[in-house]
Protein backbone atom coordinates (compact mmCIF):
# COMPACT_ATOMS: atom_id res chain seq x y z
CA UNK A 1 0.00 0.00 0.00
CA UNK A 2 1.18 3.38 -0.91
CA UNK A 3 2.28 5.35 2.34
CA UNK A 4 -0.58 7.59 3.64
CA UNK A 5 1.09 10.95 4.07
CA UNK A 6 -0.95 11.73 7.24
CA UNK A 7 -3.57 10.27 9.23
CA UNK A 8 -5.99 11.76 11.52
CA UNK A 9 -5.24 11.61 15.11
CA UNK A 10 -8.49 10.78 16.18
CA UNK A 11 -9.55 8.26 14.08
CA UNK A 12 -6.48 6.33 14.71
CA UNK A 13 -7.68 3.68 16.75
CA UNK A 14 -10.43 2.55 14.15
CA UNK A 15 -7.73 2.77 11.70
CA UNK A 16 -5.44 0.28 14.04
CA UNK A 17 -8.99 -1.63 14.58
CA UNK A 18 -9.15 -1.88 11.10
CA UNK A 19 -6.04 -3.05 10.92
CA UNK A 20 -5.85 -5.69 13.40
CA UNK A 21 -9.58 -6.99 11.14
CA UNK A 22 -7.37 -7.10 8.06
CA UNK A 23 -4.84 -9.66 9.66
CA UNK A 24 -7.16 -11.71 10.52
CA UNK A 25 -8.30 -11.52 6.34
CA UNK A 26 -5.06 -11.96 5.15
CA UNK A 27 -4.53 -15.30 8.00
CA UNK A 28 -7.42 -16.44 5.87
CA UNK A 29 -5.25 -15.42 2.41
CA UNK A 30 -2.51 -17.64 4.13
CA UNK A 31 -4.38 -20.65 4.80
CA UNK A 32 -5.76 -20.02 1.21
CA UNK A 33 -2.31 -20.54 0.02
CA UNK A 34 -2.06 -23.32 2.16
CA UNK A 35 -5.09 -24.71 0.11
CA UNK A 36 -5.99 -27.02 3.06
CA UNK A 37 -9.46 -26.67 1.38
CA UNK A 38 -12.07 -27.52 3.55
CA UNK A 39 -13.86 -30.58 2.23
CA UNK A 40 -17.52 -30.08 2.38
CA UNK A 41 -18.98 -30.36 5.78
CA UNK A 42 -21.84 -32.41 5.84
CA UNK A 43 -22.65 -32.56 9.10
CA UNK A 44 -25.96 -30.20 9.97
CA UNK A 45 -24.91 -27.10 12.13
CA UNK A 46 -26.25 -26.15 15.16
CA UNK A 47 -28.45 -23.56 16.42
CA UNK A 48 -26.62 -20.76 18.16
CA UNK A 49 -28.85 -21.07 20.76
CA UNK A 50 -28.18 -24.96 21.46
CA UNK A 51 -24.15 -24.25 21.27
CA UNK A 52 -23.34 -24.49 25.50
CA UNK A 53 -22.68 -20.45 26.73
CA UNK A 54 -18.99 -22.10 27.69
CA UNK A 55 -18.12 -21.98 24.05
CA UNK A 56 -19.38 -18.41 22.94
CA UNK A 57 -17.99 -15.04 23.80
CA UNK A 58 -19.61 -13.20 26.64
CA UNK A 59 -20.31 -9.50 24.96
CA UNK A 60 -21.67 -8.32 27.97
CA UNK A 61 -17.95 -7.46 28.91
CA UNK A 62 -18.15 -4.35 26.25
CA UNK A 63 -21.86 -3.30 26.86
CA UNK A 64 -24.93 -4.75 29.35
CA UNK A 65 -27.47 -4.18 26.50
CA UNK A 66 -27.93 -2.10 23.45
CA UNK A 67 -29.25 0.61 25.34
CA UNK A 68 -25.58 0.89 26.96
CA UNK A 69 -24.45 0.82 23.42
CA UNK A 70 -26.14 3.47 22.38
CA UNK A 71 -25.52 5.90 25.41
CA UNK A 72 -22.27 5.25 24.38
CA UNK A 73 -22.44 5.49 20.69
CA UNK A 74 -24.25 9.35 21.62
CA UNK A 75 -21.52 9.99 23.91
CA UNK A 76 -19.02 9.57 21.41
CA UNK A 77 -20.46 11.70 18.69
CA UNK A 78 -21.18 14.23 21.25
CA UNK A 79 -17.20 14.14 21.82
CA UNK A 80 -16.76 14.03 18.35
CA UNK A 81 -18.49 17.65 17.73
CA UNK A 82 -16.38 18.92 20.97
CA UNK A 83 -12.86 17.98 19.10
CA UNK A 84 -14.34 19.67 16.19
CA UNK A 85 -14.78 23.09 17.82
CA UNK A 86 -11.18 22.35 19.12
CA UNK A 87 -9.83 23.56 15.65
CA UNK A 88 -7.91 27.37 15.32
CA UNK A 89 -6.76 26.46 19.52
CA UNK A 90 -3.45 24.28 18.87
CA UNK A 91 -0.84 27.41 18.44
CA UNK A 92 -1.78 28.97 21.88
CA UNK A 93 0.25 26.32 23.66
CA UNK A 94 0.94 22.90 25.16
CA UNK A 95 -1.90 22.97 27.38
CA UNK A 96 -4.59 23.45 24.25
CA UNK A 97 -2.00 20.63 22.61
CA UNK A 98 -2.58 18.24 25.25
CA UNK A 99 -6.75 18.74 25.87
CA UNK A 100 -7.06 17.78 21.51
CA UNK A 101 -4.78 15.20 22.35
CA UNK A 102 -6.93 13.51 25.43
CA UNK A 103 -9.99 13.93 23.35
CA UNK A 104 -8.70 11.90 20.87
CA UNK A 105 -7.93 9.57 22.85
CA UNK A 106 -10.94 9.52 24.76
CA UNK A 107 -12.84 9.34 21.68
CA UNK A 108 -10.64 6.55 20.23
CA UNK A 109 -11.02 4.36 23.48
CA UNK A 110 -14.88 4.24 23.03
CA UNK A 111 -14.94 4.03 19.39
CA UNK A 112 -12.98 0.09 19.99
CA UNK A 113 -16.49 -0.41 22.17
CA UNK A 114 -18.68 0.71 20.33
CA UNK A 115 -17.58 -0.42 17.10
CA UNK A 116 -16.62 -3.89 18.33
CA UNK A 117 -19.79 -4.62 19.91
CA UNK A 118 -22.17 -3.73 17.10
CA UNK A 119 -19.38 -5.34 14.96
CA UNK A 120 -18.80 -8.90 16.95
CA UNK A 121 -22.36 -9.85 17.33
CA UNK A 122 -23.13 -8.94 13.69
CA UNK A 123 -20.47 -11.73 13.08
CA UNK A 124 -22.38 -13.96 15.10
CA UNK A 125 -25.27 -14.05 12.66
CA UNK A 126 -24.88 -11.99 9.44
CA UNK A 127 -28.31 -12.85 8.39
CA UNK A 128 -29.40 -9.89 10.81
CA UNK A 129 -30.23 -6.98 9.27
CA UNK A 130 -31.32 -4.41 12.50
CA UNK A 131 -27.81 -5.52 13.57
CA UNK A 132 -26.36 -4.40 10.53
CA UNK A 133 -27.72 -1.45 10.56
CA UNK A 134 -26.40 -0.35 13.54
CA UNK A 135 -22.91 -1.46 12.22
CA UNK A 136 -23.60 0.68 9.43
CA UNK A 137 -24.07 3.32 11.70
CA UNK A 138 -21.02 3.19 13.62
CA UNK A 139 -18.94 3.06 10.12
CA UNK A 140 -20.67 6.87 9.53
CA UNK A 141 -19.82 7.71 12.65
CA UNK A 142 -16.37 7.23 11.85
CA UNK A 143 -16.76 8.94 8.60
CA UNK A 144 -17.70 11.78 10.44
CA UNK A 145 -14.68 11.61 12.82
CA UNK A 146 -12.47 11.26 10.43
CA UNK A 147 -13.79 14.99 9.30
CA UNK A 148 -14.23 16.36 12.56
CA UNK A 149 -10.59 15.74 12.79
CA UNK A 150 -8.89 16.63 9.40
CA UNK A 151 -7.83 20.30 10.86
CA UNK A 152 -5.40 18.43 13.28
CA UNK A 153 -2.86 17.71 11.21
CA UNK A 154 -2.17 21.22 8.72
CA UNK A 155 -2.61 22.97 12.29
CA UNK A 156 -0.10 21.02 14.25
CA UNK A 157 2.40 21.11 11.51
CA UNK A 158 2.12 24.87 10.89
CA UNK A 159 3.59 24.93 14.66
CA UNK A 160 7.32 24.42 14.51
CA UNK A 161 8.66 21.31 15.53
CA UNK A 162 11.16 23.00 18.24
CA UNK A 163 7.95 24.98 19.64
CA UNK A 164 6.37 21.86 20.03
CA UNK A 165 9.29 19.80 21.13
CA UNK A 166 10.07 22.45 24.09
CA UNK A 167 6.28 22.40 25.35
CA UNK A 168 6.61 19.00 25.72
CA UNK A 169 10.11 19.12 27.49
CA UNK A 170 8.12 21.75 29.93
CA UNK A 171 4.90 19.27 30.26
CA UNK A 172 5.55 15.84 31.24
CA UNK A 173 1.93 14.62 30.27
CA UNK A 174 2.47 15.98 26.74
CA UNK A 175 6.00 13.96 27.02
CA UNK A 176 3.77 10.99 26.73
CA UNK A 177 2.88 11.53 22.99
CA UNK A 178 6.53 12.34 21.56
CA UNK A 179 7.14 9.74 18.94
CA UNK A 180 3.26 9.65 18.04
CA UNK A 181 4.14 13.37 17.55
CA UNK A 182 7.24 13.70 16.43
CA UNK A 183 6.08 11.10 13.93
CA UNK A 184 3.69 13.53 12.51
CA UNK A 185 6.56 15.60 11.34
CA UNK A 186 9.04 13.33 10.11
CA UNK A 187 5.58 12.21 7.54
CA UNK A 188 5.10 15.43 6.33
CA UNK A 189 8.51 15.54 4.85
CA UNK A 190 6.27 14.19 1.58
CA UNK A 191 3.46 16.36 2.13
CA UNK A 192 3.00 18.82 -0.83
CA UNK A 193 1.35 22.58 -0.50
CA UNK A 194 -2.21 23.07 -0.30
CA UNK A 195 -2.57 23.06 -4.16
CA UNK A 196 -0.53 19.72 -4.57
CA UNK A 197 -2.42 18.19 -1.88
CA UNK A 198 -5.59 19.05 -3.55
CA UNK A 199 -4.95 18.05 -6.89
CA UNK A 200 -3.32 14.52 -5.29
CA UNK A 201 -7.09 14.62 -3.50
CA UNK A 202 -8.97 14.56 -6.90
CA UNK A 203 -6.63 12.26 -8.42
CA UNK A 204 -7.81 9.60 -5.97
CA UNK A 205 -11.28 9.42 -7.17
CA UNK A 206 -9.68 6.87 -9.94
CA UNK A 207 -6.89 5.13 -7.77
CA UNK A 208 -9.21 2.33 -7.15
CA UNK A 209 -9.79 1.79 -10.91
CA UNK A 210 -7.26 -0.91 -11.85
CA UNK A 211 -8.32 -2.86 -8.94
CA UNK A 212 -12.11 -2.16 -9.41
CA UNK A 213 -11.51 -3.46 -13.04
CA UNK A 214 -9.57 -6.37 -11.44
CA UNK A 215 -12.31 -7.56 -9.34
CA UNK A 216 -15.09 -7.26 -12.02
CA UNK A 217 -13.18 -9.12 -14.70
CA UNK A 218 -11.56 -11.69 -12.13
CA UNK A 219 -14.81 -12.16 -9.90
CA UNK A 220 -17.60 -10.95 -11.08
CA UNK A 221 -17.86 -11.34 -14.74
CA UNK A 222 -15.99 -14.96 -14.66
CA UNK A 223 -17.46 -17.67 -15.83
CA UNK A 224 -16.24 -20.42 -14.11
CA UNK A 225 -15.97 -23.61 -16.58
CA UNK A 226 -17.70 -27.01 -15.88
CA UNK A 227 -15.22 -29.74 -16.39
CA UNK A 228 -15.23 -34.12 -16.17
CA UNK A 229 -12.12 -34.69 -14.55
CA UNK A 230 -10.66 -37.97 -15.72
CA UNK A 231 -11.84 -39.79 -12.90
CA UNK A 232 -15.62 -39.40 -14.23
CA UNK A 233 -16.92 -37.24 -12.09
CA UNK A 234 -18.19 -33.12 -13.41
CA UNK A 235 -17.25 -29.89 -11.77
CA UNK A 236 -18.11 -26.51 -11.57
CA UNK A 237 -14.17 -24.96 -11.16
CA UNK A 238 -14.90 -22.24 -8.88
CA UNK A 239 -11.44 -21.06 -6.87
CA UNK A 240 -12.53 -23.12 -4.36
CA UNK A 241 -13.34 -26.51 -6.32
CA UNK A 242 -10.24 -25.82 -7.66
CA UNK A 243 -8.30 -25.71 -4.55
CA UNK A 244 -10.16 -28.60 -2.92
CA UNK A 245 -9.66 -30.78 -5.60
CA UNK A 246 -5.93 -30.09 -5.50
CA UNK A 247 -5.96 -30.70 -1.55
CA UNK A 248 -7.63 -34.12 -1.87
CA UNK A 249 -7.63 -36.17 -5.31
CA UNK A 250 -4.89 -38.20 -5.56
CA UNK A 251 -5.65 -39.20 -9.37
CA UNK A 252 -2.49 -36.85 -10.58
CA UNK A 253 -4.36 -36.40 -14.14
CA UNK A 254 -7.86 -34.93 -11.92
CA UNK A 255 -5.00 -32.51 -10.60
CA UNK A 256 -3.27 -31.56 -13.93
CA UNK A 257 -6.89 -30.94 -15.42
CA UNK A 258 -8.03 -28.31 -13.10
CA UNK A 259 -4.66 -26.71 -12.70
CA UNK A 260 -5.26 -26.31 -16.85
CA UNK A 261 -8.85 -25.03 -17.09
CA UNK A 262 -8.28 -22.70 -14.12
CA UNK A 263 -5.52 -21.42 -15.66
CA UNK A 264 -6.91 -20.75 -18.93
CA UNK A 265 -9.58 -18.29 -17.88
CA UNK A 266 -6.82 -16.18 -16.96
CA UNK A 267 -5.06 -16.90 -20.12
CA UNK A 268 -7.95 -16.18 -21.72
CA UNK A 269 -7.63 -12.22 -20.81
CA UNK A 270 -3.99 -12.33 -19.54
CA UNK A 271 -3.45 -8.80 -22.18
CA UNK A 272 -6.21 -7.56 -20.03
CA UNK A 273 -4.97 -8.38 -16.90
CA UNK A 274 -1.56 -6.72 -18.07
CA UNK A 275 -3.31 -3.52 -18.61
CA UNK A 276 -4.90 -3.06 -15.26
CA UNK A 277 -2.07 -4.33 -13.60
CA UNK A 278 0.26 -1.97 -15.86
CA UNK A 279 -2.23 0.75 -14.30
CA UNK A 280 -1.23 -0.11 -10.72
CA UNK A 281 2.73 0.01 -11.35
CA UNK A 282 1.54 3.77 -13.11
CA UNK A 283 -0.74 4.85 -10.43
CA UNK A 284 1.77 3.67 -8.03
CA UNK A 285 4.98 5.43 -9.73
CA UNK A 286 2.84 8.61 -10.50
CA UNK A 287 1.90 9.22 -6.14
CA UNK A 288 5.46 8.32 -5.67
CA UNK A 289 6.97 10.83 -8.13
CA UNK A 290 4.38 13.29 -7.04
CA UNK A 291 5.45 13.14 -3.24
CA UNK A 292 8.76 13.10 -4.54
CA UNK A 293 9.93 9.53 -3.37
CA UNK A 294 12.66 8.17 -4.93
CA UNK A 295 11.41 4.57 -5.91
CA UNK A 296 7.69 2.96 -5.33
CA UNK A 297 8.85 0.79 -2.91
CA UNK A 298 10.85 4.16 -0.57
CA UNK A 299 7.44 5.36 -0.92
CA UNK A 300 5.65 2.16 0.14
CA UNK A 301 7.78 1.45 2.72
CA UNK A 302 8.19 5.41 4.74
CA UNK A 303 4.37 4.98 6.34
CA UNK A 304 6.40 2.94 8.77
CA UNK A 305 9.68 3.89 8.65
CA UNK A 306 11.19 0.66 7.15
CA UNK A 307 14.35 0.97 5.41
CA UNK A 308 14.13 -0.76 1.83
CA UNK A 309 17.21 -2.81 2.35
CA UNK A 310 14.72 -5.17 4.08
CA UNK A 311 13.10 -5.77 1.50
CA UNK A 312 16.10 -6.01 -0.90
CA UNK A 313 17.63 -8.32 1.77
CA UNK A 314 14.64 -10.28 2.05
CA UNK A 315 14.53 -11.75 -1.67
CA UNK A 316 18.27 -11.73 -1.94
CA UNK A 317 18.60 -14.11 1.19
CA UNK A 318 15.37 -16.40 0.65
CA UNK A 319 16.43 -17.09 -3.30
CA UNK A 320 20.07 -18.01 -1.68
CA UNK A 321 18.16 -20.35 0.69
CA UNK A 322 15.99 -22.32 -1.80
CA UNK A 323 17.73 -25.87 -0.98
CA UNK A 324 15.53 -26.93 1.67
CA UNK A 325 12.64 -26.04 -0.14
CA UNK A 326 13.60 -28.10 -3.10
CA UNK A 327 14.35 -31.03 -0.79
CA UNK A 328 11.05 -30.70 0.14
CA UNK A 329 9.33 -30.98 -3.50
CA UNK A 330 11.63 -34.00 -4.23
CA UNK A 331 11.25 -35.91 -1.28
CA UNK A 332 6.89 -35.29 -1.83
CA UNK A 333 7.70 -36.53 -5.16
CA UNK A 334 9.11 -39.81 -4.43
CA UNK A 335 6.22 -39.94 -1.99
CA UNK A 336 3.61 -39.66 -4.05
CA UNK A 337 5.19 -41.51 -6.37
CA UNK A 338 4.75 -39.52 -9.73
CA UNK A 339 7.00 -39.62 -13.06
CA UNK A 340 6.57 -35.91 -13.20
CA UNK A 341 6.16 -33.31 -10.05
CA UNK A 342 4.37 -30.35 -10.87
CA UNK A 343 2.86 -27.04 -8.90
CA UNK A 344 -0.42 -28.75 -8.49
CA UNK A 345 1.34 -31.31 -7.10
CA UNK A 346 2.26 -29.58 -4.08
CA UNK A 347 -0.74 -29.82 -1.56
CA UNK A 348 -1.70 -32.98 -1.66
CA UNK A 349 -1.14 -34.81 1.87
CA UNK A 350 1.60 -37.44 2.22
CA UNK A 351 -0.10 -39.58 4.22
CA UNK A 352 -4.04 -39.89 5.45
CA UNK A 353 -4.61 -39.23 8.74
CA UNK A 354 -8.01 -37.59 10.47
CA UNK A 355 -7.50 -37.48 13.73
CA UNK A 356 -10.05 -35.25 15.52
CA UNK A 357 -8.52 -32.51 18.28
CA UNK A 358 -11.37 -32.22 20.52
CA UNK A 359 -11.78 -28.70 21.48
CA UNK A 360 -11.70 -29.17 25.37
CA UNK A 361 -8.16 -30.76 25.15
CA UNK A 362 -6.53 -28.31 22.77
CA UNK A 363 -7.43 -25.95 26.06
CA UNK A 364 -4.71 -28.13 28.44
CA UNK A 365 -2.63 -28.10 25.16
CA UNK A 366 -2.20 -24.43 24.35
CA UNK A 367 -1.15 -23.04 27.43
CA UNK A 368 1.06 -25.79 28.37
CA UNK A 369 2.94 -25.48 24.66
CA UNK A 370 3.82 -21.56 26.20
CA UNK A 371 5.54 -22.84 28.98
CA UNK A 372 8.86 -21.18 27.38
CA UNK A 373 7.47 -17.74 27.62
CA UNK A 374 6.97 -18.42 31.85
CA UNK A 375 4.38 -19.04 33.84
CA UNK A 376 2.83 -15.50 34.26
CA UNK A 377 2.06 -15.51 30.35
CA UNK A 378 0.29 -19.44 31.04
CA UNK A 379 -1.68 -17.90 33.44
CA UNK A 380 -2.69 -15.21 31.22
CA UNK A 381 -4.07 -17.35 28.62
CA UNK A 382 -5.49 -19.70 30.59
CA UNK A 383 -7.48 -17.09 32.32
CA UNK A 384 -8.54 -15.70 28.54
CA UNK A 385 -9.36 -19.40 27.69
CA UNK A 386 -11.52 -19.52 30.67
CA UNK A 387 -12.79 -16.17 30.10
CA UNK A 388 -15.42 -16.13 27.69
CA UNK A 389 -13.10 -14.80 24.94
CA UNK A 390 -13.70 -17.01 22.08
CA UNK A 391 -16.89 -17.90 20.30
CA UNK A 392 -15.40 -21.06 19.50
CA UNK A 393 -18.29 -23.30 16.83
CA UNK A 394 -19.99 -22.40 13.55
CA UNK A 395 -23.55 -21.57 13.90
CA UNK A 396 -25.39 -20.60 10.74
CA UNK A 397 -25.02 -17.18 9.69
CA UNK A 398 -21.67 -16.59 11.41
CA UNK A 399 -18.63 -15.04 9.96
CA UNK A 400 -16.55 -17.36 8.46
CA UNK A 401 -12.55 -17.65 9.21
CA UNK A 402 -11.28 -16.88 12.41
CA UNK A 403 -9.95 -13.44 14.13
CA UNK A 404 -8.49 -11.69 17.41
CA UNK A 405 -10.62 -8.80 18.08
CA UNK A 406 -8.44 -6.07 20.21
CA UNK A 407 -11.19 -4.48 21.99
CA UNK A 408 -9.87 -2.01 24.40
CA UNK A 409 -10.25 -1.64 27.71
CA UNK A 410 -12.09 -4.44 27.81
CA UNK A 411 -10.06 -7.63 26.71
CA UNK A 412 -9.25 -9.06 23.10
CA UNK A 413 -12.02 -11.74 21.44
CA UNK A 414 -11.53 -14.23 19.02
CA UNK A 415 -13.59 -15.51 16.70
CA UNK A 416 -13.30 -19.09 15.46
CA UNK A 417 -15.43 -22.01 13.11
CA UNK A 418 -13.65 -24.62 15.24
CA UNK A 419 -14.13 -28.10 13.99
CA UNK A 420 -11.62 -30.36 15.65
CA UNK A 421 -9.42 -30.26 12.35
CA UNK A 422 -5.88 -29.97 12.60
CA UNK A 423 -5.95 -26.49 10.70
CA UNK A 424 -8.68 -25.13 13.61
CA UNK A 425 -6.15 -25.98 16.21
CA UNK A 426 -3.41 -24.25 14.89
CA UNK A 427 -5.77 -21.80 14.06
CA UNK A 428 -6.57 -21.15 17.13
CA UNK A 429 -2.68 -20.96 18.49
CA UNK A 430 -2.59 -18.38 15.82
CA UNK A 431 -5.30 -16.14 17.40
CA UNK A 432 -4.14 -16.53 20.89
CA UNK A 433 -0.50 -15.30 19.88
CA UNK A 434 -2.45 -11.84 18.98
CA UNK A 435 -4.52 -12.15 21.70
CA UNK A 436 -1.81 -12.58 24.29
CA UNK A 437 0.29 -9.85 22.03
CA UNK A 438 -3.68 -7.35 22.86
CA UNK A 439 -3.44 -7.98 26.31
CA UNK A 440 0.23 -7.40 27.20
CA UNK A 441 0.73 -4.26 25.05
CA UNK A 442 -2.61 -2.46 26.29
CA UNK A 443 -1.72 -3.47 29.88
CA UNK A 444 1.65 -1.75 29.37
CA UNK A 445 1.02 1.01 27.18
CA UNK A 446 -0.84 4.51 26.99
CA UNK A 447 -3.57 4.38 24.81
CA UNK A 448 -2.01 6.54 22.27
CA UNK A 449 0.00 3.55 21.81
CA UNK A 450 -1.81 0.36 22.28
CA UNK A 451 -2.18 -0.59 18.79
CA UNK A 452 0.52 -2.43 17.05
CA UNK A 453 1.27 -2.75 13.43
CA UNK A 454 0.82 -5.23 10.51
CA UNK A 455 4.33 -5.49 10.94
CA UNK A 456 5.03 -6.82 14.10
CA UNK A 457 1.46 -8.50 14.38
CA UNK A 458 2.03 -11.56 12.95
CA UNK A 459 5.14 -12.31 14.90
CA UNK A 460 3.56 -13.24 18.19
CA UNK A 461 0.79 -14.90 16.21
CA UNK A 462 3.26 -17.52 14.06
CA UNK A 463 5.85 -18.06 17.05
CA UNK A 464 3.12 -19.22 18.85
CA UNK A 465 2.44 -21.61 16.60
CA UNK A 466 5.46 -22.88 16.43
CA UNK A 467 5.83 -23.36 20.11
CA UNK A 468 2.55 -25.46 19.42
CA UNK A 469 4.24 -27.58 17.04
CA UNK A 470 7.23 -28.47 18.91
CA UNK A 471 4.77 -28.98 21.91
CA UNK A 472 2.45 -31.20 19.35
CA UNK A 473 5.73 -33.11 17.85
CA UNK A 474 6.87 -33.85 21.18
CA UNK A 475 3.95 -35.77 22.46
CA UNK A 476 2.78 -37.48 19.13
CA UNK A 477 3.35 -41.06 19.36
CA UNK A 478 1.92 -41.99 16.10
CA UNK A 479 4.12 -42.07 12.96
CA UNK A 480 1.68 -40.58 10.60
CA UNK A 481 0.56 -37.70 12.91
CA UNK A 482 4.04 -36.72 13.05
CA UNK A 483 4.20 -37.09 9.13
CA UNK A 484 0.87 -34.58 9.40
CA UNK A 485 2.32 -32.31 11.87
CA UNK A 486 5.52 -31.99 9.54
CA UNK A 487 3.68 -31.41 6.76
CA UNK A 488 1.59 -28.52 7.93
CA UNK A 489 4.44 -26.57 9.78
CA UNK A 490 6.55 -26.91 6.12
CA UNK A 491 3.58 -26.31 4.15
CA UNK A 492 2.82 -22.84 6.81
CA UNK A 493 6.39 -22.08 6.03
CA UNK A 494 6.43 -22.31 1.94
CA UNK A 495 3.01 -20.69 1.87
CA UNK A 496 3.84 -17.74 5.04
CA UNK A 497 7.63 -17.11 3.76
CA UNK A 498 8.90 -18.50 0.69
CA UNK A 499 5.75 -17.52 -1.38
CA UNK A 500 5.13 -14.35 0.07
CA UNK A 501 8.89 -13.58 -0.62
CA UNK A 502 8.64 -15.31 -3.98
CA UNK A 503 5.27 -12.40 -4.65
CA UNK A 504 7.63 -9.43 -2.76
CA UNK A 505 10.48 -9.99 -5.45
CA UNK A 506 7.76 -10.08 -8.38
CA UNK A 507 5.90 -6.91 -7.42
CA UNK A 508 9.67 -5.02 -7.08
CA UNK A 509 9.96 -6.09 -10.40
CA UNK A 510 7.33 -5.17 -11.85
CA UNK A 511 7.65 -1.99 -10.44
CA UNK A 512 10.86 -1.56 -11.29
CA UNK A 513 9.94 -1.88 -15.05
CA UNK A 514 7.69 1.38 -14.38
CA UNK A 515 10.65 3.26 -13.21
CA UNK A 516 12.72 2.21 -15.53
CA UNK A 517 10.40 3.50 -18.38
CA UNK A 518 10.27 -0.29 -19.60
CA UNK A 519 7.41 -1.79 -21.88
CA UNK A 520 4.56 -3.75 -19.83
CA UNK A 521 2.95 -6.17 -21.43
CA UNK A 522 1.66 -9.96 -20.97
CA UNK A 523 5.22 -11.40 -22.43
CA UNK A 524 6.91 -9.39 -19.80
CA UNK A 525 4.81 -9.90 -16.88
CA UNK A 526 4.50 -13.82 -17.69
CA UNK A 527 8.45 -13.98 -17.86
CA UNK A 528 9.07 -12.58 -14.33
CA UNK A 529 6.81 -15.17 -12.99
CA UNK A 530 8.27 -17.72 -14.77
CA UNK A 531 11.86 -17.09 -14.00
CA UNK A 532 11.28 -16.67 -10.28
CA UNK A 533 9.26 -20.09 -9.86
CA UNK A 534 12.61 -21.40 -11.85
CA UNK A 535 14.63 -19.64 -9.25
CA UNK A 536 13.01 -20.85 -6.15
CA UNK A 537 12.52 -24.26 -7.70
CA UNK A 538 15.39 -25.63 -9.67
CA UNK A 539 14.97 -28.63 -11.00
CA UNK A 540 13.01 -29.85 -8.26
CA UNK A 541 10.06 -29.13 -9.95
CA UNK A 542 8.66 -29.79 -13.46
CA UNK A 543 7.35 -26.66 -15.31
CA UNK A 544 3.87 -25.78 -17.15
CA UNK A 545 3.66 -23.50 -19.47
CA UNK A 546 0.39 -21.95 -18.26
CA UNK A 547 2.36 -21.11 -15.22
CA UNK A 548 2.75 -17.88 -16.58
CA UNK A 549 -0.35 -16.43 -15.98
CA UNK A 550 0.05 -17.19 -12.38
CA UNK A 551 0.45 -13.40 -11.51
CA UNK A 552 -2.78 -12.54 -12.98
CA UNK A 553 -4.43 -14.91 -10.38
CA UNK A 554 -2.71 -13.28 -7.42
CA UNK A 555 -5.06 -10.52 -6.07
CA UNK A 556 -2.88 -8.84 -3.71
CA UNK A 557 -1.10 -7.73 -6.68
CA UNK A 558 -3.78 -5.83 -7.54
CA UNK A 559 -5.35 -4.64 -4.53
CA UNK A 560 -2.25 -4.25 -1.70
CA UNK A 561 0.94 -3.63 -3.62
CA UNK A 562 4.11 -4.09 -1.59
CA UNK A 563 2.29 -5.31 1.34
CA UNK A 564 1.99 -8.66 1.88
CA UNK A 565 5.79 -9.13 2.16
CA UNK A 566 5.10 -8.16 5.50
CA UNK A 567 4.12 -12.08 6.58
CA UNK A 568 7.19 -12.93 5.60
CA UNK A 569 9.45 -10.57 7.51
CA UNK A 570 7.10 -11.50 10.42
CA UNK A 571 7.69 -14.92 9.73
CA UNK A 572 11.62 -14.50 9.43
CA UNK A 573 11.63 -12.40 12.78
CA UNK A 574 9.37 -15.32 14.69
CA UNK A 575 11.56 -17.93 13.52
CA UNK A 576 15.02 -15.81 14.83
CA UNK A 577 13.11 -15.46 17.82
CA UNK A 578 12.53 -19.37 18.20
CA UNK A 579 16.08 -20.09 17.50
CA UNK A 580 16.90 -17.56 20.65
CA UNK A 581 14.00 -18.23 23.11
CA UNK A 582 14.69 -22.33 22.57
CA UNK A 583 18.27 -22.70 22.02
CA UNK A 584 21.47 -21.78 23.82
CA UNK A 585 22.64 -21.70 27.51
CA UNK A 586 19.71 -20.98 30.31
CA UNK A 587 20.51 -17.41 30.60
CA UNK A 588 20.72 -16.49 26.95
CA UNK A 589 16.78 -18.19 26.87
CA UNK A 590 15.89 -16.47 30.06
CA UNK A 591 17.25 -12.70 28.33
CA UNK A 592 15.83 -13.52 24.86
CA UNK A 593 12.35 -14.07 27.40
CA UNK A 594 12.41 -10.94 28.70
CA UNK A 595 13.35 -8.73 25.79
CA UNK A 596 10.25 -10.79 23.54
CA UNK A 597 7.48 -10.39 26.06
CA UNK A 598 9.12 -6.41 26.12
CA UNK A 599 8.13 -6.45 22.39
CA UNK A 600 4.95 -7.72 23.15
CA UNK A 601 4.59 -5.08 25.91
CA UNK A 602 5.79 -2.10 23.45
CA UNK A 603 2.40 -2.14 21.37
CA UNK A 604 3.19 0.52 18.63
CA UNK A 605 5.15 2.84 20.99
CA UNK A 606 7.77 3.57 18.44
CA UNK A 607 8.39 2.23 14.94
CA UNK A 608 8.19 -1.77 13.94
CA UNK A 609 12.01 -1.88 12.98
CA UNK A 610 13.25 -0.11 15.94
CA UNK A 611 11.33 -2.40 18.43
CA UNK A 612 12.01 -5.41 16.88
CA UNK A 613 15.82 -4.84 16.71
CA UNK A 614 15.13 -3.98 20.57
CA UNK A 615 13.48 -7.70 20.72
CA UNK A 616 17.24 -9.18 19.14
CA UNK A 617 16.11 -9.30 15.45
CA UNK A 618 17.54 -7.09 12.48
CA UNK A 619 15.68 -7.33 9.56
CA UNK A 620 18.14 -5.70 7.41
CA UNK A 621 20.23 -8.33 8.10
CA UNK A 622 20.69 -11.65 6.85
CA UNK A 623 20.22 -13.84 10.05
CA UNK A 624 16.21 -14.00 10.20
CA UNK A 625 15.63 -15.36 7.40
CA UNK A 626 18.57 -17.63 7.53
CA UNK A 627 16.56 -18.82 10.64
CA UNK A 628 13.67 -19.39 8.31
CA UNK A 629 15.70 -21.56 5.83
CA UNK A 630 17.37 -23.62 9.41
CA UNK A 631 13.81 -24.19 10.60
CA UNK A 632 13.04 -25.43 7.26
CA UNK A 633 15.87 -27.53 6.79
CA UNK A 634 15.35 -29.03 9.99
CA UNK A 635 11.55 -29.85 9.48
CA UNK A 636 12.39 -31.41 6.22
CA UNK A 637 15.40 -33.37 8.12
CA UNK A 638 12.61 -35.03 10.60
CA UNK A 639 10.09 -35.37 7.89
CA UNK A 640 12.51 -37.76 5.87
CA UNK A 641 13.19 -39.58 8.87
CA UNK A 642 9.73 -39.89 10.06
CA UNK A 643 8.84 -41.19 6.28
CA UNK A 644 11.59 -43.45 6.64
CA UNK A 645 9.99 -44.85 9.81
CA UNK A 646 6.76 -45.29 8.42
CA UNK A 647 7.89 -47.41 5.82
CA UNK A 648 9.17 -49.77 8.47
ZN1 LIG B 1 -2.75 -13.30 12.04
Not at 612 to 636: C, F, H, I, M, N
Amino acid sequence: MIAKASRPLSSASSDAGRDRRQCAEVYDFLMDLLATAEVTQSQQLKDRSEIPDRFKWDLTHIFSDWSAWQSAYDELETKIAAYAALQGTLARGADQLLAAMKLSDEIGQLTYKVWYFASLKYDEDQRDNQINAKRQQVQILFAKASQASAWFNPELLAISLPTVQQWMRANAELAVYRFALEDLYRQQEHVLDDKGERLLSLSSRFSSSPNDGYSALSTADVRYPVVRLPSGSEVTLTYGQYRAILATHRNQDDRATVYAEFHKLYAANVNTYASLYQSVLQRDWFHSRARDYRTTLDAALHGNNIPPAVVENLIETTKAGTDPLRRYHRLRKRMLGVDTYHVYDSTIPLVDFDRQYAYDDVLEWLPASVAPLGREYQAQMREGLAGAWVDVYENPGKRSGAYSAPVYGVHPYMLLNYNDTLDAVFTLAHEMGHSMHTLLSNAHQPFVYSAYTIFVAEVPSTLSEALFLQYMLERATDDRERVVLLQHAIDGIVSTFYTQALLADYALQAHRLVEGDRPVTADVLGDIYFNLLKAYHGDAIDYDELARVTWARIPHFFSTPYYVYQYATCFASSAQLMKQLTTGSEADRATAIERYLTLLRSGGSDHPMTLLQRAGVDLSKPEPVRAVVDQLDTLVTQLEAAIEHLSQ
